[in-house]
T-cell receptor, first 115, second 115 residues
């Protein structure tokens, strides 16, 4: 089975500072990797995804993530935090084993942006 | 078009009652998933439909949980004789395809509280 680990359930950054949210996965087959964001009272929204090709992927709202196979990581970054980035961020992994695209999720990281 | 919708958004049930949770996926989406999210945890897979066929129900925690998607669109998750441990947010997601590369679109969830 796959698993996803998000280090740090709560992260605080100052407005304008770098955002780094960590995600590590375990998978015996090539993974497909996703980051979702959840604002209060809303559903999960896709930020970005990696399936194949370029390992650095860019998403919405200035976020990007890099797939590092050797480190089994898919950390999410943004150069400069905005107040509007305060939300819950969830990392998910799927795979290519063809049994439907069930997602395995991390426990989420709550991002606080300090003015 | 519209996104994934779920109803009700909130449900309070007394222990032992039956509940039914509805999911309206994005029109034309082949795949439909149900997840359970306990407080402070990431979503956990319950079951998967490809059109009307339930291809994976390995995540259903007990035989009190039952899901259906009779016409390949709307789905209902039913929980019989609810228990306190069933209290959670139930998320529905739909996907255009059946492979792990396709992103899942999530509804806002139904928060079930069993008293």
């Amino acid at each position: 089975a796959q698993s996803v680990t998000q280090l740090g359930s709560h992260v605080s950054v100052s407005e304008g500072a770098l955002v780094l949210l960590r995600c590590n996965y375990s998978s015996s087959v090539p993974p497909y990797l996703f980051w979702y964001v959840q604002y209060p009272n809303q559903g999960l929204q896709l930020l970005l995804k990696y399936t194949t090709g370029a390992t650095l992927v860019k998403g919405i709202n200035g976020f990007e993530a890099e797939f590092k196979k050797s480190e089994t990581s898919f950390h999410l970054t943004k150069p400069s935090a905005h107040m509007s980035d305060a939300a819950e961020y969830v990392c998910a992994v799927s795979d290519s084993r063809g049994r439907g695209n069930q997602f395995y999720f991390g426990t989420g990281t709550s991002l606080t942006v300090i003015p | 078009g519209a996104g994934v919708s779920q109803s009700p958004r909130y449900k309070v049930a007394k222990r032992g009652q039956d509940v039914a949770l509805r999911c309206d996926p994005i029109s034309g989406h082949v795949s439909l998933f149900w997840y359970q999210q306990a407080l402070g945890q990431g979503p956990e897979f319950l079951t998967y439909f490809q059109n009307e066929a339930q291809l994976d129900k390995s995540g259903l925690p007990s035989d009190r949980f039952f899901a259906e998607r009779p016409e390949g669109s709307v789905s209902t998750l039913k929980i019989q004789r609810t228990q306190q441990e069933d209290s959670a947010v139930y998320l529905c997601a739909s996907s255009q395809g059946t492979s792990g590369t396709h992103e899942q679109y999530f509804g806002p969830g139904t928060r079930l509280t069993v008293t």
